[in-house]
C-alpha cells in the first residue's frame, strides 16, 4: 500500500513538473520595462506602401535558446499582422541580397525561471534595412555612432533594448519564454511602424 502510495505520488509530481516544462502557460503578475536607445534614418517622403512594392523581409535571429525561438515566432507574427511584411528567417544573409533586412541580436544572461518565479535582465539588438545592406548596424556597435546613408530612399533602424523582467505566480517554462518574446517583439515591430510611418 505504502509503495502504491509512493509510485502515485511520484507520478503526480513528474505529470506536474512535465507540465511546467512543455506546456505553454502563465498566470503570473510581471513588471517588466524597457530601456532602450533607437536610431532611424528615412527618405522624408511619403511611403505609400508599407514596404514599397518588397512585400519579403529576411530575418536573422543571432543567438540561441528557448527565447531566440520564441522571439522568431513573435516577430513573424506581429510584423505580418501589422502589414509590415512577409517575413521569412534565414540562418544568414547572402552577400547579393538585396531585400529588406531584420538582424536580431539576443544577449546573455537569459532568462532565469522557476514555476513560481521568473526575472530576466536580457540584452537585444536589432537592425533593419529596406536595401538589406546592414553594414551600418556594425559600424554603430563598434563606434556607437549614427551612420546616415547617403541613398535616401533606404530606411534603416537600430535600437538597443535592455528588458528586465520579474514575475511572480504560476509560470511554465515555455510560457514564460514566450511572454517575453511577445514584449520584445512588440517593442521591434513599433519602432518599424514608426520608421514607416514617419
Known amino acids: 500500500m505504502k509503495n502504491r ?4 505520488w511520484l507520478g503526480g509530481v513528474l505529470l506536474i513538473s512535465a507540465a511546467f516544462l512543455l506546456l505553454n502557460f502563465r498566470l503570473a503578475v510581471s513588471s517588466t520595462q524597457a530601456e532602450k536607445l533607437v536610431a532611424t534614418t528615412d527618405s522624408g517622403e511619403d511611403m505609400s ?5 518588397n512585400d519579403r523581409i529576411s530575418m536573422v535571429l543571432v543567438g540561441e535558446g528557448p527565447l531566440v525561438r520564441a522571439l522568431g515566432k513573435a516577430l513573424t507574427e506581429k510584423m505580418n499582422e501589422a502589414g509590415i511584411g512577409d517575413v521569412e528567417l534565414v540562418q544568414g544573409l547572402e552577400p547579393a541580397n538585396r531585400r529588406p533586412v531584420l538582424v536580431v541580436k539576443v544577449g546573455k544572461p537569459g532568462p532565469i525561471w522557476t514555476p513560481f518565479f521568473a526575472m530576466s535582465e536580457v540584452p537585444i539588438h536589432a537592425g533593419y534595412a529596406s536595401n538589406g545592406e546592414m553594414a551600418f548596424m ?3 556597435e563598434e563606434t556607437h555612432m549614427s551612420v546616415g546613408s547617403p541613398d535616401h530612399s533606404v530606411l534603416t533602424m537600430y535600437g538597443e533594448y535592455a528588458v528586465k523582467d520579474r514575475s511572480l505566480g504560476l509560470i511554465s517554462r515555455p510560457g514564460y519564454h514566450h511572454y517575453l518574446a511577445d514584449y520584445l517583439a ?6 518599424l511602424k514608426d520608421l514607416y510611418s514617419a
Not at 506602401?49 to 512594392?53: A, E, I, R, Y
Open 5 to 8: 502510495r509512493l509510485w502515485s
Open 49 to 53: 506602401t508599407p514596404m514599397q512594392g
Open 138 to 140: 556594425e559600424i554603430i
Open 186 to 191: 512588440q517593442e521591434i515591430v513599433t519602432a
